[in-house]
Antibody, heavy 125, light 108 residues
Framework: QLQLQESGPGLVKSSETLSLTCFISGGSIRRSNYYWAWIRQPPGKGLEWIGSFHYSGNTYYNPSLKSRVTISVDTAKEQFSLKLTSMTAADTAIYYC?????????????????WGQGTLVTVSS | DIQMTQSPSSLSASVGDRVTITCRASQSISHYLNWYQQKPGKAPKLLIYAATSLQTGVPSRFSGSGSGTDFTLTVSSLQPEDFATYYCQESYSPLSRTFGQGTKLEMK
């Protein structure tokens, strides 16, 4: 059974950079039909996609965050990471990592079928 | 960018009721629409993918329909564990992934 687990600081100061890691167990990051994603949810609000990547190097970012986001992967350790720079109070959220399963029948179509439990990140001034 | 609009934003219902939630896309997304259920303090859970396909392990009282721009999630007979927030998500755009704003299903 695939499991995802986020790890990182629960508190980040304003203007600093957030670094989170997602550890994968029970599966491999190197599968052709899997992307791996970061999604966040401000307290009491809806879901916002941050970005997705494929181990081959294809990476897509939310245009509203693109200038501040980097997603990277360590295939040997079966983990991937998120860096979000210039944090503000608006970035306070629960951050989830998720597996993005792409369909063989339609390569761009996908769903998020496995999620980590999420980690709350609070930005302090 | 594709915009996803859910209605209603909140809904009160009773155990045993039939409930329908609607999701509308700002442009045609064919059948590339997913539905998720989220309970307080938990990660979202995939219920329906590709508009109509039930994810493994999801009870058959959940169903999805629609194509193009208009989609629905139906719960045929609400159970106590179904009170949660539901999100739609388009999987048509190759460069972005957009969720609806959510529909909170509450007990009447």
């Amino acid at each position: 059974q695939l499991q995802l687990q986020e790890s990182g600081p629960g508190l980040v100061k304003s203007s600093e950079t957030l670094s989170l890691t997602c550890f994968i167990s029970g599966g491999s990051i190197r599968r052709s039909n899997y992307y791996w994603a970061w999604i966040r949810q401000p307290p009491g609000k809806g879901l916002e996609w941050i970005g997705s990547f494929h181990y081959s190097g294809n990476t897509y970012y939310n245009p509203s965050l693109k200038s501040r986001v980097t997603i990277s992967v360590d295939t040997a350790k079966e983990q991937f990471s998120l860096k979000l720079t210039s944090m503000t109070a608006a970035d306070t959220a629960i951050y989830y990592c998720a597996r993005e399963l792409h369909y063989n029948s339609a390569p761009t179509a996908h769903d998020f079928d496995y999620w980590g439990q999420g980690t709350l990140v609070t930005v302090s001034s | 960018d594709i915009q996803m609009t859910q209605s209603p934003s909140s809904l009160s219902a009773s155990v045993g009721d039939r409930v329908t939630i609607t999701c509308r896309a700002s442009q045609s997304i064919s059948h590339y629409l997913n539905w998720y259920q989220q309970k307080p303090g938990k990660a979202p859970k995939l219920l329906i993918y590709a508009a109509t396909s039930l994810q493994t392990g999801v009870p058959s009282r959940f169903s999805g329909s629609g194509s193009g721009t208009d989609f629905t999630l139906t719960v045929s007979s609400l159970q106590p564990e179904d009170f949660a927030t539901y999100y739609c998500q388009e999987s048509y755009s190759p460069l972005s992934r957009t969720f609806g704003q959510g529909t909170k299903l509450e007990m009447k």
